[in-house]
C-alpha cells in the first residue's frame, strides 16, 4: 500500500499513469464503449466509476494546460440527452475553471483512437465517457 494514493488506483493503472507523457490521452470509458475496438491498449476497472476514478487520478498528474480541449465528452446522439448528474459529477473532480468539451459521438471515437490508454469502468450511464490530457508539473 502506497501512502496517499487512493487505493482504487491498482498497480498496472500507476504504471501506465506514470508511463504517459506531456500530451498523453487517457480515455475513462463506460461500460458500453467499445474499447477494444477502438483502443491499442485497454485496462479494466469494472467496479469502479468513472467519476471515481476521475477523482483518485486528477491529483497525481495535471491536464494539459496548452490545450484547451484537455477534457472530452461525448456528446448526446441528436434527440437524446446526457444522463441528469453526469457532467456535474465529473466537473466536481477536475481543477477550478476546467471547461469540458463536447463531441460528436463518432469524432470522440476517433480522438479516442489516438488515445494512450482506455480505461473501462463499471459506469452504466450513457455518454459516461470522458477524455483526459496529460500536462506538465507547473514549478
Known sequence: MLKGI??????????????????DE?????AHFPAYSVCNKVLRADGCEVSDLLRAIIPLWELDQYDPENVVMMAPVKGDRLPDGLVSSYQISLPANTEITFLERFAFYERAKT??????????????NVIIKKGVIQN
Open 26 to 30: 487517457l480515455v475513462l470509458c463506460d
Open 6 to 23: 487512493n487505493p482504487i488506483i491498482f498497480p498496472e493503472l500507476l504504471m501506465i499513469l506514470h508511463e504517459m507523457g506531456h500530451g
Open 115 to 128: 488515445s494512450y490508454c482506455a480505461l473501462v469502468t463499471g459506469t452504466t450511464r450513457k455518454y459516461g
